[in-house]
Antibody
Framework: LQLQESGPGLVKPSETLSLTCTVS??????????WGWIRQSPEKGLEWIGS???????YYAPSLRSRVTMSIDTSKNQFALKLSSVTAADTAVYYC?????????????WGQGTLVTVSS | NFMLTQPHSVSESPGKTVTISCTRS????????VQWYQQRPGRAPTTVIY?????PSGVPDRFSGSIDSSSNSASLSISGLKTEDEADYYC??????????FGGGTTLTVL
């Protein structure tokens, strides 16, 4: 199974960051896994953003919940992230990852990551 | 929510054993499983330990994990250190709402 992030590498402040994760080598439409987004910056380290199920149910990090929307397209084997009202603090490498649906919550595998810079 | 605190860096010589700690700030470390990830420069993290002490297939048995309720911490030990073990290591757990928490990461230097 492989995951690949895609989307703009540069986003202006106050705009919306949009990323897509394409899953290959397996179906996203499975009850065995959730699909998650994690970001990494030098300032904050690894930070979980949110996770979603193939049915569309989601749960988000409390600190980002007001700005995050995740969606899934099982026909394209893709899931997506939108983060609104971005600031420079949202500059990070964004990863998508597969997450076990049952505990423990473990992310494996991860995509290669994509750098998103917030700047005017 | 709780935090996971790791030492910023550790170093040890090849062939030796190093242990990296991960201390939970509140709530029992035993309440929710701890995972450990290895991240080499420019690469995505990969799992080296899950469920406190389980190794995924392909991870050498030089890697081991444990938890200690007395110190409310988890530990990752790497024995027979090799230069290829140089990397950043992150612990990760979750709370009762399945909100995920990562530790700040530890840079391992093998010198």
């Amino acid at each position: 199974l492989q995951l690949q992030e895609s989307g703009p590498g540069l986003v202006k402040p106050s705009e919306t960051l949009s990323l897509t994760c394409t899953v290959s080598g397996g179906s996203i439409n499975t009850s065995a896994y959730y699909w998650g987004w994690i970001r990494q910056s030098p300032e904050k380290g690894l930070e979980w953003i949110g996770s979603m199920f193939h049915s569309g149910s989601t749960y988000y990090a409390p600190s980002l919940r007001s700005r995050v929307t995740m969606s899934i397209d099982t026909s394209k084997n893709q899931f997506a992230l939108k983060l609104s009202s971005v600031t420079a603090a949202d500059t990070a490498v964004y990863y998508c990852a597969r997450q076990m649906a049952a505990v423990p919550i473990n992310f494996d595998p991860w995509g290669q990551g994509t750098l998103v810079t917030v700047s005017s | 929510n709780f935090m996971l605190t790791q030492p910023h860096s550790v170093s040890e010589s090849p062939g030796k054993t190093v242990t990296i700690s991960c201390t939970r700030s509140s709530g029992s470390i035993a309440r929710n499983y701890v995972q450990w990830y290895q991240q080499r420069p420019g690469r995505a993290p990969t799992t080296v330990i899950y469920e406190d002490s389980q190794r995924p297939s392909g991870v050498p048995d030089r890697f081991s994990g444990s938890i200690d309720s007395s110190s409310n911490s988890a530990s990752l030990s790497i024995s027979g250190l090799k230069t290829e073990d140089e990397a950043d290591y992150y612990c990760q757990s979750y709370d009762g709402n399945n909100h995920v928490v990562f530790g700040g990461g530890t840079t391992l230097t093998v010198l």
